[in-house]
């Protein structure tokens, strides 16, 4: 038995150990499975420790079968689909906004007032807008940019 033929079978077994190859394991069907007596495998320490850790896993019931995993691999797969679909979401309305600040940037100044006038902290004893007040002025900016006919 080479390296390689023994890395192999430690890797079915590892795979066996989760649920992807069944839940029936016995050293004969490995010994169909991979054309190698059962003392030559158990002779490996990489080997006996795989299939230790296999039939423990098997009797214990510690398994997933595969239905479940394809099941909760679909799940996430449809997962990741819907929050692509929320980022892409997110980046047109981040580029919305962007513009809508450039713009407000570009007025701010041509009142002759500096941004870094504007965009600065306020007295810690200073009491802000509630979070009501704030949604109602910033949705005014999630409206479509006007058109003002000048670049």
Same mark, same amino acid.
């Given at each position: 038995?080479?390296?390689? +033929? ?8 590892? /795979? ?5 190859l ?5 050293? %004969?069907?490995?010994?169909?499975? !991979? /054309? ?8 490996k320490?990489?080997? =006996?420790?795989?299939? +230790?850790? %296999?039939?423990?896993?098997?009797? /214990? ?12 691999? +679909? ?14 979401n !997110? #980046?047109? /309305? #981040? =580029?919305?906004?962007?513009k809508?600040?450039?713009? *407000? ?5 041509? =009142? ?12 810690? #004893? ?8 704030t949604?109602?002025?910033l =949705?005014e900016? +999630?409206?479509?940019?006007? !058109?003002?006919?000048? *670049?």
């Open positions: 038995m080479t390296e390689q +033929d023994e890395a192999r079978i430690t890797r079915e077994l590892n /795979k066996w150990a989760m649920g992807y069944g839940s029936k394991l016995t050293w %004969a069907i490995l010994e169909e499975r !991979f /054309k190698f007596s059962r003392q030559s495998m158990q002779a320490p990489a080997v =006996k420790a795989a299939y +230790d850790v %296999a039939k423990r896993s098997l009797s /214990k019931g510690e398994i997933t079968s595969k239905e479940v995993l394809d099941k909760t691999v +679909d799940e996430l797969n449809a997962e990741v689909a819907a929050l692509k679909i929320q980022i892409s !997110f #980046e047109e /309305k #981040e =580029k919305k906004w962007k809508r600040w450039q713009q *407000i940037a570009y007025h701010i100044r041509q =009142k002759g007032i500096q941004i870094s006038d504007i965009d600065k902290p306020v007295h810690p #004893e200073t009491a802000l807008p509630s979070h009501t007040t949604e109602k002025t =949705k900016f +999630d409206k479509e940019i006007p !058109f003002s006919g000048r *670049i």
